[in-house]
């Protein structure tokens, strides 16, 4: 295999890249999507699945191993397959990942995972449907569920259940949700909750991965999991089968070991998920830019790079696209 040119200032060399493949959504999620709502892109501003394609090919020529698609909701935007099959045929690629909210995954899962999609996150916040509804301001539970049980019975390689854990809103469901990752043999991600754009956020909503830690092993055994060194997660074996993790971007942030990019539904890419710099290559690549232009150009963007995100009140106060914008 080539050697990795991905690179940064600081040492870090990328392999992960995520790309979101729209900025729209069938949910409108309290933590993510800016109360007043989002004025959709136009269809010629987002990356058509060629240039999503011709970009994934260069990013792995690079050293990218492993591709997540996101959004907004990946799964809203048609004929999504098409791009699942055409970056599972990329040799280097060794995980085609997806995080989705499950609504419109009952009837796609085994489709997708015979295209090549290998891994699946999926996001669920709470197992009470009125509490649902509140949440993602939506009634889709039940099809959230159907399109969770789907993919347990597909068996994909890797499958995570994301849940957002908030004060006062969905903290005292920690443990249910540790009940499920027992009880089905799966990893359960407790995520801290971040500050973006209009997300009513404030720190006292943010629940640290000390307490929930905490709290779980009232219940179950819990033994530490040694993790690939720039995996953003704290991974926790339960005794009997199941897993629990951490993210803790709040409490404890993990730049020094981030091996992540990101690649904008209108094709810029953004080096820090907390940091405001991008550069375009959907234009570029309109005008003409060659594959050499396009590489020139990534390395640009990780000499940006910055070492470490703010401090999370800061992020809060500042200028930054909304989460749904960026592609989570
Ligand atoms: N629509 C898909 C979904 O919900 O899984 C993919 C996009 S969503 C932006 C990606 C992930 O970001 C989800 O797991 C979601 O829970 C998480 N997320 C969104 N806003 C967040 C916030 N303010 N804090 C922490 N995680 C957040
Ligand atoms: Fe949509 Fe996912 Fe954001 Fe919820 S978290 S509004 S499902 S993009």
Known sequence: MAPNRLIDSFGRAHSYLRISVTDRCNLRCVYCMPHDGLEWKKRDE?????????????????????????GGEPMVRKGLSTLVRDLGAIAELKTLAMTTNATLLAEHAK???????????????????????????????????????????????SLKINMVVMAGVNDDEVMAFADFAAKHKINVRFIEYMPFKDNQWTS???????????????????????????????DYAIAGGGSVS?????????????????????????????????????DAMRKGASDNDLEGMILYSLVQKPEAHPPAEEIAAGENRAMIEIGG
């Open 46 to 70: 987002l990356l058509t699945y060629e240039e999503i394609t011709r970009l994934a090919v260069i990013f792995a020529a690079m050293g990218i191993t492993k591709i997540r698609l996101t």
């Open 111 to 157: 489709e997708l995972k015979e295209l090549g999609l290998n891994a699946l996150n999926i996001s669920l916040d709470t197992f009470s449907k009125e509490r649902f509804t509140a949440i993602a301001r939506l009634d889709q539970f039940d099809q959230v569920m159907a399109g969770i049980y789907a993919a347990i019975e597909c068996g994909f390689d």
């Open 204 to 234: 006292a909503k943010v629940v640290t991965y000390k307490d929930m830690l905490a709290e779980i092993e009232k219940r179950y055994e819990l033994t530490r999991m040694v993790n690939d060194p720039s995996a953003v997660a704290k």
């Open 246 to 282: 951490f993210i803790t971007s709040m409490s404890e942030s993990f730049c020094s070991t981030c091996n992540r990019l990101r690649l904008t539904n209108d094709g810029s890419i953004k080096s820090c998920l907390f940091y405001p710099a991008e550069i375009n290559l959907r």
